[in-house]
């Protein structure tokens, strides 16, 4: 930062379209051309001028003979004038001039294991590909502290399948919505091949760790229908979840977008039968101030391709009982993303 002592309040006595006039004026000495170049009539060129001598204590301009030309004082402002008109054109057309190949920076971003491991590995390919100056940072925020997060500048972006309390200030779009799956390794659990709600209700869950997100909704669910589910353990991550399915009599109740994320022949993936149809709701989270940020936008704009590519094949998870033994090229699918 420049250590310059600027007087806004100067500003408000000061009309900086006089600059845009005065740099016309020194540029064609003849205010009737001078006012066709800046697209105004001559007599508001005429009275720019007036303004302008008094601004500066000086004639700026004078005839010679039939000619204007400009004086001392003149010709010592021009070079400054013309230097800041070009800066404040630099400044306001910089966006345009962005270049994705050429930033750096980092992308703070949040969001729940499942949904990380779903953007993630397209979100750094395509960092890597397009963008190889750019860092990603991922964590995982509680849902109660992603706003404050977001307000504090300490995060760029966060991935929610929650209702936030939104504020004016704050953003939001919509990524994708799927229906749920029941999971289980037919090894520790024996089950029909289409469980009644009732039947996985009797059963022992495991669900998510990041509870706000996912399981208010599926424990309203079941207790709806008069079968409040009994949960006996929590997972950190969706690979964590996979295995303590395979571990123990557990079953797991999961967004059908989930399905693919970790190879796991042993394990069992069925639609939750609920009528109608339970589902799930992806948001990007962010700050208004990043609204115009060129590297943020675009990163919003892949993050968003990415989702709807998963979402695209969500419904496949819902069809019928899968196993992992048969997709470990859904696998691939989901982590890739598109190009």
């Known amino acids: 930062m420049h ?24 540029t064609e000495c003849h205010v009737a ?3 066709e170049r800046i697209y105004i009539g001559q007599p508001a060129m005429s009275h720019a001028l007036a303004r302008l001598r008094v601004l500066f204590d000086d004639e700026l301009l004078v005839r010679s003979g039939k000619r204007m030309v400009p004086t001392d004082r003149a010709l010592a402002l021009a ?3 013309r230097a800041w008109l ?22 703070r971003m949040s969001a729940p294991d499942g949904l990380e491991m779903l953007v993630a590995p397209g979100l750094v390919a395509w960092m890597r590909r397009e963008a190889p100056g750019v860092r990603l940072r991922a964590q995982l925020l509680g849902v109660e502290h992603v706003l404050d997060a977001l307000d504090a500048d300490e995060l760029d972006l966060a991935i929610v399948a929650v209702d936030l309390p939104l504020r004016s200030w ?12 029941y999971m289980y390794a037919p ?21 998510s760790s990041h509870r706000d997100e996912t399981a208010s909704v599926v424990d309203d669910c079941f207790a709806a229908h008069g079968q409040p589910r009994h949960v006996v353990a929590t997972a950190s991550s969706v690979t964590a979840l996979f295995q303590m399915l395979q571990a123990a009599p557990l079953v797991s109740i999961q967004p059908a977008i989930h399905a693919g994320l970790t190879p ?4 069992v993936i069925r639609p939750l039968p609920t009528q109608p149809t339970l589902q799930i709701h992806a948001h990007m989270v962010w700050h208004r101030r990043h609204d115009q ?35 470990p090229s859904a696998q691939i699918e989901l982590h890739a993303g598109p190009a």
């Open 79 to 81: 070079p400054r004038v």
């Open 3 to 26: 250590d310059i002592d600027i007087k806004h309040s100067d500003f408000h006595r000061i009309d900086l379209n006089l600059l845009v006039a005065l740099d016309a004026l020194l």
């Open 86 to 107: 070009a800066d404040a054109s630099d400044f306001i057309r910089r966006p345009d001039d962005f270049e994705l190949a050429r930033a750096e920076g980092v992308v």
């Open 264 to 267: 796991s022949p042993e394990v």
């Open 187 to 207: 090894r520790q659990l024996d089950l029909p091949p289409d469980a009644t709600l009732a039947q996985l209700a009797a059963l022992d869950h495991v669900a």
């Open 33 to 35: 051309r001078a006012a």
């Open 293 to 327: 940020h060129p590297l943020m936008t675009r990163v919003r704009q892949q993050i968003q391709a990415l989702m709807a590519s998963a979402e695209a094949r969500c419904p496949q998870a819902n069809q019928g009982a899968l196993t992992h033994a048969a997709g």
């Open 170 to 181: 704050h953003q939001q779009v919509r990524l994708l919505s799927c229906a749920f799956n």
